[in-house]
């Protein structure tokens, strides 16, 4: 069965500290995509990355990054000096088929 | 650049009622999702079109079906609305054809329906 958990349902930091959010999924496909999204607010669902699962390389976007590793099934995102402007609900999600199976999402609050 | 267009923002309808939610594409994509997001929970996905014709199906209730049209866009009508049909419902965007493109979903502002 393909299946996303975000074990962390919400996590508040103060703004410029590094926070980690976790994701783990399970599939049977050997080729698969992953993704995260963010939903602030206002309510709209944004994309942040996709990830194929024949490339175990992390990324780096400005203060995002993400770390996938197979051997645990993860694919974790971290934003470093974290701002307000980072409070939202991140979602990470597996493509099945077509759709998408989402998490259940992780509410993240920065205080300033 | 242009984004997935969705209308309206905000629906009020009474129970039994009917509702149509319409959903713009980014130009040139090929394929429609419709998601349906309950207060507090995660996006599920309803229903999905390729080329006009429907590609996947999800939970989406005998009371809702949808199209998409000749020029992309696509419509979700909901009949014998019920409270619990409350949500906030997402529209999405790919363009299915591009590898490198697969399977990222561009999603709409979405729209807020409230059933009282």
């Known amino acids: 069965a393909q299946k996303v958990t975000q074990a962390q349902t919400e996590i508040s930091v103060v703004e410029k500290e590094d926070v980690t959010l976790d994701c783990v999924y399970e599939?049977?496909?050997?080729?698969?995509?992953l993704f995260w999204y963010k939903q602030p607010p206002s309510g709209e669902l944004v994309f942040l990355i996709r990830?194929?699962?024949?490339?175990?390389q992390n990324e780096i976007s400005g203060r995002y990054s993400w770390n996938f590793q197979k051997s645990t099934s993860s694919f974790n995102f971290t934003i470093t000096a974290s701002q307000v402007v980072d409070s939202a609900v991140y979602f990470c999600?597996?493509?099945?088929?077509?759709?998408?199976?989402f998490g259940t999402g992780t509410r993240l609050q920065v205080f300033p | 650049a242009a984004g997935v267009i969705q209308s309206p923002r905000h629906l009020i309808k009474e129970k039994r009622e009917t509702a149509t939610l319409k959903c713009y594409p980014i130009?040139?994509?090929?394929?429609v999702y419709w998601y349906q997001q309950g207060p507090g929970q995660d996006p599920q996905f309803l229903i999905s079109?390729?080329?006009?014709?429907?590609?996947d199906k999800g939970s989406i209730p005998d009371r809702f079906s949808a199209q998409q049209f000749s020029d992309y866009h696509s419509e979700l009508n909901m009949s014998s609305l019920e409270l619990g049909d409350s949500a906030l419902y997402f529209c999405?965007?790919?363009?299915?054809?591009?590898?490198?493109?697969?399977?990222?979903?561009?999603f709409g502002a979405g729209t807020r329906l409230s059933v009282l």
């Open positions: 599939t049977r496909d050997t080729t698969y995509y």
């Open positions: 999600a597996l493509a099945y088929t077509d759709k998408l199976i």
């Open positions: 999405a965007s790919s363009f299915f054809r591009h590898y490198l493109a697969k399977n990222i979903q561009y």
């Open positions: 130009p040139r994509h090929d394929t």
């Open positions: 990830r194929n699962s024949f490339d175990e």
């Open positions: 079109f390729y080329e006009k014709m429907q590609s």
